[in-house]
């Protein structure tokens, strides 16, 4: 990892290296555009084909039913079973204390506004199945489209070698109430879910991470069709802000957390102290060889760096300029820095609460905003699968009180028919 100090960076470098576009960005945009047109012009055709293209698989059918998916789920180890469990229940409840009503407001007398949330029709669910299958990111889309009230929920993953999911999606699924799953992965199956096809149901808004061939599929649909998507969600990151309370072994461990995801991931240590640097990266050269995913991590920690900085404060500073997917403040001093936390899908707060809480059963979504659209996204929440509808109602008196208002406002911008609306109600009322 390249170690930078802040004080001699220049803003422009500053902001340079906290750029996440790569070199080969306009490639894969082209790449991907071929496959969504393929899959919008020939369907189930297309999706056969880049599952044997892509996946290694010969699929005889596009989905697994509810029979399927139930006798996958036995093979389920009891340790793996009891987890999803806790999971469950911990987002469960975190994603249910969102449900607020709203109240009626009267804005003045006689007139009385309100909104109230209607729940997204149909929607996608993604679920990532490439180097790393991620039930927890099943669970973190699922439970707040259940508790939304979602009419529809179509799934896509993509399809093991066996041709079906594994025991961990399949046992999701059951908690989730979930009686299909769709065997499409990657830029594809956001085009099946944009576009529907023959076996795959269109929906109203996409949600799930993926690696940059999914991220820019959601773009490319967001902005060519009337399918909406919960955010650009690329690859992972991660910024950890140390001092010197820190301990250097486990901050190494939040890193190579987020660098296994894939070789394009991101992490990014921010730290007071030169000598927590230097001890951080001798601990993840320690701890990357124990790693099963050591290859991959190795690459991204290799796309990764440091920065030192004169103070915390400074820290932060750096910190909403990059507004990393996940902030994590390794420090027992977190408290006043809270509230300069302007950028940041989700926080971790002290030396004793790592990222991957977050990643599986802490409650919070892991389904956060990456390259820096943090800094105008928020992560996924029960308020993502609904739609917010503003309603009002005026009372003879209301109208006596606001007509005047509307009247002189729509002369004002020339609008006469919007002034007659008022004026004709006016007349009938006096």
Known sequence: MKI?????????????????????????????????????????????????????????????GKKEIEEIAASIPAAAKAAIDTAYQNIRTFHAAQANKEEKIETMPGVTCWREARAI????????????????TFLMLGIPAILAGCKEIVV?????????????????????GIEKIYLVGGAQAVAAMA?????????????????RYVTQAKQLIQSTTMTAIDMPAGPSEVLVLTDETANPSYVASDLLAQ??????????????????????????????????RKDVTALAIANSYAVLVKDLEQGMEFSNTYAPEHLILSTDHFEPLIPLIANAGSVFLGNLTPESAGDYASGTNHTLPTSGFAKAYSGVSLDSFVKKITFQHISPKGLENIGNTVEVLAEAEGLRAHRNAVSIRLKDIV
């Open 156 to 176: 896509c993953s993509p399809p093991q070698k066996d041709g079906k999911t594994n025991c961990y999606l399949a046992y999701c699924a059951l908690k989730l």
């Open 195 to 211: 576009y529907g096809t023959e076996s795959v149901p269109k929906v109203y808004k996409i949600f799930g991470p993926g690696n």
């Open 4 to 64: 930078y100090s802040y004080k001699d960076l220049s803003k422009q470098e500053i902001e340079s290296i906290c750029l996440r576009q790569l070199e080969d960005d306009a490639t894969i945009q082209d790449r991907v555009k071929g496959i969504v047109d393929a899959v919008k012009t020939d369907g189930d055709k297309a999706l056969f084909s880049f599952a044997k293209q892509f996946d290694q698989v010969e699929l005889t059918q596009l989905f697994i």
């Open 259 to 292: 660098a296994e995801h894939g070789a394009d991931s991101q992490t990014i240590l921010v730290s007071t102290s030169n000598e927590i640097i230097t001890k951080t990266l001798e601990q993840v050269e320690i701890q990357l060889k124990e790693l099963p």
């Open 121 to 136: 029709d149909r929607v996608g669910l993604y679920i990532p199945g490439g180097s790393a299958v991620l039930p927890s």
